[in-house]
């Protein structure tokens, strides 16, 4: 086995810029949009865009998942056991979380609200705008009605900033982490066992939902990292990369995702950290800025390709290929106007958090 060339990591003072995560960012924004682009065309016409190559797009998120727990831990973990932290902490991942988000669902609600007055028929189902409704989707509370489809992926992002927050308090409190994730296991165990795909609940689909877990395979991955040296990473991404490839569920949701997408995407992520700390590459600046706009590019794309493709629909458009161009063409502007957003707004309202 020592052709792995796994070997101790031998740290030195040198600053290592992780460009390839911000890269991976982007990129799994861009192939949960292309998914998105699938799937609705193959709701709207049933048929396949593109051969269906992007029917596992959905896997970003795993990815997302996995690096925001390296992020978390990389630039948190110096703070565990220092409770003076705690607030600087939350205060920095509450900027980052809500403003731009607030920024999407305020207006996609009045735009729900307006239609639904006004065309009914384009819905197809109708949001309550009961106070505790709204305020659940505001506030991204667990299982909240996500007037955008994607903001389930932040009420367990928050879930797992406000466990990692109880390090921070104190370090003994790891021990209640490790029983919250060995209860997570025996859940993903039971769930699996009974056969029960999706569903809802508070505690089996959220709390010890089992895609938590790929947030703990993200900061496995910084302490890999910390630790160890992997030298052949492009193998061991190509390999994760294949193995997540042909292995993936085909639909979303299916419980399997945990091991057949999140443990891939724990190598894959691996390597791509190995990868900076050796400088093996120089990441393009395009890809980079692509990653500063990964979390604008979520929370737009799927909104916009909805109401575009709806538009287009009636409107005529009846070639699958006619649509798919047109959404592809789409999703460049998407990804030009999520840049301009990242820049005109997102990013000052994170230097102004700093600063206060």
């Not at 009420?155 to 406000?162: K, R």
């Not at 190509?238 to 891939?264: E, Q």
């Not at 458009?317 to 106007?337: C, E, K, N, Q, R």
Request: charged share 10%.
């Amino acid at each position: 086995m020592s052709s792995l060339s796994i070997s101790p990591s031998t740290v030195t003072g040198a600053v290592v810029r992780y460009n390839s995560i911000q890269m991976l960012r982007g990129v799994a924004a861009i192939v949960v949009t292309l998914y998105h682009i699938s799937e609705n065309i193959s709701r709207t016409y049933h048929q396949t865009f593109l051969f269906d190559w992007f029917n596992i797009g959905y896997a970003g998120v795993d990815l997302f998942f996995v690096i925001s727990g390296f992020i978390i831990a990389h630039t948190s973990a110096k703070y565990i056991d220092n409770p003076k932290e705690l607030g600087p902490y939350l205060e920095k991942r509450f900027f980052r979380v809500y403003p731009v988000y607030w920024l999407f669902v305020i207006p996609l609600l009045l735009a729900v609200w307006l239609i639904q007055q006004t065309q009914p028929g384009l819905v197809e189902d109708a949001y309550s705008f009961d106070w505790l409704t709204v305020l659940k989707t505001l506030t991204l509370f667990p299982e909240h009605i996500a007037i955008d489809a994607v903001t389930w992926t932040l009420s367990h992002e928050l879930y797992f900033y406000l466990l990692f927050a109880l390090l921070l308090i104190s370090r003994h409190t790891v021990w209640l982490l490790v029983l919250l994730s060995l209860a997570t296991v025996v859940n993903c165990v039971y769930i699996f066992s009974q056969g029960w795909l999706f569903g809802s609940g508070l505690v089996k689909f959220f709390l010890l939902s089992p895609i938590n877990l790929e947030f703990l395979f993200g900061i496995l991955v910084y302490y890999l990292h910390k630790r160890f040296r992997l030298n052949h990473f492009w193998l061991v991404i190509l390999i994760a990369s294949l193995v997540a490839y042909y292995l993936a569920p085909r639909t979303g949701g299916d419980i399997t995702r945990v091991w057949n997408l999140g443990i891939p995407s724990l190598f894959i992520v691996w390597g791509f950290v190995e990868a900076d700390r050796s400088h093996a590459y120089r990441v393009p600046n395009l890809l980079i800025h692509l990653g500063d706009a990964s979390y604008v590019i979520y929370l737009m794309h799927f909104p916009v390709i909805v109401l575009a493709n709806k538009l287009l629909f009636k409107a005529g458009f009846t070639s699958v290929w006619a649509l798919g161009m047109a959404d592809m063409g789409l999703m460049l502007l998407i990804l030009w106007v999520s840049w301009k957003i990242h820049r005109g707004i997102e990013q000052p309202i994170i230097k102004w958090s700093k600063r206060s």
